[in-house]
């Protein structure tokens, strides 16, 4: 089976350091949205990517622009659901391309997240004239920081470099904090 792509656009970021350095979280796979491929339509469930979940969730890499030529940016250390999709939270590589993956995110130079993937059970229907994949269960591989986003609805939630929960310093992450707890 081939590696496949889909990115996600984010926007209205935090950031915050803590012990552990700098992170980046946010939506990777928005649950039931539709995404026109040129070929066909595809919808991720919300099952999807739990078997990956399970078996590596915290070994799933963060990469540039899907470059698998180069170490990872970041790497998974948490997974949860919201209603509206999969969310994952990265550690940053304390590098220079880390701190660089950071700043870009910061400043709204890098607007999405993509989930690269092997697509291992589908189902396929058809809807005026056009074939419609719902993908059912997926190998994740690796989940990339890009440019460009193909889920327009899907949000990075916070690049962090200080407390979340410091309700004076990070209001716009309250506003999310919501989807940040398992839905």
């Known amino acids: ?8 656009e984010f926007s209205d970021l935090e950031t915050r350091a803590d012990a552990d350095g700098h992170h980046i979280t946010g939506l990777v796979a928005p649950f039931m949205s539709s995404f026109d491929t040129g ?9 999807t990517f739990d078997k990956s979940i399970s078996e590596r969730g915290d070994r799933i890499p963060l990469l540039e622009q899907h470059n698998n030529n180069n170490h990872p940016i970041g790497m998974s250390v948490e997974w949860n659901k919201s209603a509206e999709g999969l969310i994952a939270d990265f550690k940053l590589a304390p590098t220079p391309r880390g701190e660089e993956a950071r700043a870009l995110a910061a400043e709204g130079m890098v607007t999405g997240l993509s989930v690269g993937f092997v697509p291992i059970r589908n189902k396929t229907t058809s ?3 056009r074939t419609h994949i719902s993908r059912l269960e997926a190998r994740l591989d690796h989940v990339g ?3 460009q986003a193909a889920f327009s609805e899907a949000k990075v939630l916070s690049v962090r470099s200080y407390d979340p929960d410091d309700q004076e310093l990070v209001p716009r992450l309250a506003k999310w904090r919501h989807l940040l707890v398992n839905g």
Not at 1 to 8: A, C, H, I, K, Q
Not at 39 to 47: A, N, P, Q, V
Request: proline share 0%; aromatic share 8%.
């Open 1 to 8: 089976m081939n590696l496949e792509t889909r990115t996600v």
């Open 39 to 47: 070929s066909y339509i595809e919808t991720f469930t919300s099952s």
């Open 127 to 129: 809807s005026g004239g």
């Open 145 to 147: 920081l890009v440019t």
